[in-house]
């Protein structure tokens, strides 16, 4: 099988670039993770997804990966520029309880239902909390390399002065003179040198919930400079891929860069940068102001208006995957039904594949249907390696669901394609249905309608006293550790005690 090399996508130098890692055959990738002050919703689930896919593949061609995807449990502020108040301070006071007992919440919320959408768990999780010494340290750093400074009690990364050394904007293309226009009067902007500058440790107000000793007197790390020592921490100074959406390109990750850069002589921190685009809602922008906000938990109970049923969360993986990562995905309920049949149509394929048996003679040779289907398996590699496009994978899976029909339908016809080439489509699509794409079967575990069923099937039998039927029901149940008791009024089940 000819394939071109695996690339990727680089937002940093803005084109496709071969994928070589620093030290193959290991591959470190940073994710940034949630922030546990909420319950995740359809857009927490898109990076979720693609990165563990993206994780899965590399595993497939034999890499070694070391994924890290952190959870942020202080520090992200909100308001656009990150200088308003700390989401999970603003969520504990809202509810009355310590922060932590958010985080706690939030963060087994988020496990529970990333769990459920297939997604591996990551190699190591830190927490933001879990390494403010580190934090701390490298604030210091920054200052004696005389790129940060103290104001107030609180730390910022003079990027004025950085960016007389390093370019600050390579990744956002951001211009810092263009950051200055428009800028909002928010807390702490009388304390910089340049509104463009931003928070490598905060002085706590006395409010505030979270807060540690530091050199500079009680405060808490800047949402930025978490990542930047966490990922470099368990991934080295520099590391193959950090991704995350396309949100974070500015100002998280520009940030993440310039603290990097600023504490070890101007190394880039990361090879790869990877952002996956924006979900949107009907064509508009997600949001809870918009009333167009839909949680993942939401998707899988269907209490949602814009929902007309439940979605299961293969549904929803495959309506992720559906999607190039770079693309918008704009979410719908007629989408979600679309990648409801399309999902069950290649589990159907799936399950006709285990019992299919290639025969033991061979037929006349269709030279034509034996290369299309080679052509298919070639094409899911040659897309993946286009920049993980799982969008045209699915595609060739399609057809080669299609084929699998074929010859449950027409059993004659597999024999006309070689051993070799249904031992390639069993194993590719095997491969990528299930440990690449991450798609497994959801097996059906209602089992109340079949019981009711079979119920009704017996007492029809026993009524017109076909005692044969009778005997084969008794014993569907018996072996499932079941029995059926005749009552005056009926038919009915319970579990056998004996």
């Not at 002050?37 to 890499?63: E, K, M, S, W």
């Not at 530091?214 to 368990?234: N, V």
């Not at 918009?290 to 439940?310: A, C, M, W, Y």
């Not at 026993?462 to 038919?491: H, M, P, Q, W």
Request: with cysteine; proline share 5%; hydrophobic share 35%.
């Amino acid at each position: 099988m000819q394939v071109p090399p695996l690339k990727v996508y680089n937002s940093l130098s803005r084109q496709k670039e071969t994928f070589e890692p620093l030290n193959p055959p290991f591959v470190g990738i940073y994710v940034c993770g949630p922030t546990v002050y909420n319950d995740p919703h359809i857009g927490n689930a898109r990076p979720a997804v693609f990165f563990d896919t993206l994780r899965r593949y590399l595993t497939y061609l034999g890499y070694k990966v070391r994924f890290v995807r952190n959870i942020t449990d202080v520090g992200h502020l909100l308001g656009d520029t990150n200088e308003g108040e700390d989401r999970i301070s603003k969520q504990a006071r809202l509810e009355q309880i310590e922060p932590m007992e958010i985080v706690n919440h939030y963060t087994q919320t988020y496990h529970q239902l990333i769990d459920t959408l297939n997604v591996i768990r990551p190699s190591i999780e830190p927490t933001a909390t879990g390494h403010i010494i580190e934090q701390i340290e490298l604030a210091q750093k920054i200052i004696s390399e005389g790129y940060g400074y103290v104001s107030n009690g609180s730390v910022y990364l003079d990027v004025m002065k950085y960016k007389a050394d390093y370019p600050y904007g390579e990744l956002s293309g951001r211009i810092v003179e263009e950051l200055q226009e428009g800028t909002r009067e928010l807390d702490g902007q009388e304390e910089k040198k340049h509104p463009a500058d931003f928070a490598l440790w905060k002085k706590a107000s006395p409010e505030h919930l979270m807060r540690w000793n530091s050199p500079w007197g009680e405060g808490f790390p800047g949402w930025h400079l978490e990542c930047t020592i966490m990922s470099t921490k368990y991934l080295g100074e520099t590391f193959d891929i950090h991704g995350g959406g396309m949100d974070l390109m500015f100002p998280h990750h520009e940030c993440e860069i310039a603290q990097a850069k600023a504490s070890n002589g101007g190394k880039s921190p990361v090879k790869y940068w990877l952002h996956n685009n924006m979900i949107t809602v009907d064509g508009q922008k997600m949001s809870k102001s918009s009333g167009n906000f839909v949680t993942i938990g939401e998707l899988f109970s269907g209490k949602h208006d814009r929902l007309t049923q439940p979605f299961s969360p293969m549904t929803v993986r495959y309506f992720i995957l559906g999607a190039h990562y770079r693309s918008t995905l704009d979410f719908s309920n007629d989408g979600l039904l679309g990648a409801q049949k399309a999902y069950k149509r290649l589990m159907n394929a799936k399950n006709i594949l285990g019992k299919l048996a290639y025969p033991a003679s061979a037929g006349e040779l269709n030279a034509k249907a034996d290369e299309e289907i080679q052509g298919f398996c070639t094409n899911m590699v040659i897309a993946m390696h286009d920049d993980v496009n799982t969008a045209r994978v699915i595609a060739q899976l399609q057809n080669i669901a299609r084929k699998i029909n074929t010859f449950y339908q027409q059993p004659e016809t597999l024999a006309q394609i070689s051993a070799d080439t249904f031992a390639l489509m069993r194993d590719m699509f095997l491969n990528f249905t299930e440990n690449i794409l991450g798609l497994k079967e959801e097996k059906n575990t209602n089992v109340e309608p079949f019981v009711v069923g079979l119920l009704e099937l017996y007492a029809e039998a026993k009524a017109k006293k076909e005692y044969e039927t009778v005997d084969k029901i008794r014993s569907y149940f018996k072996s499932n550790n079941l029995i059926i008791k005749d009552l005056k009024n009926g038919v009915d089940w319970a579990y056998d005690e004996n």
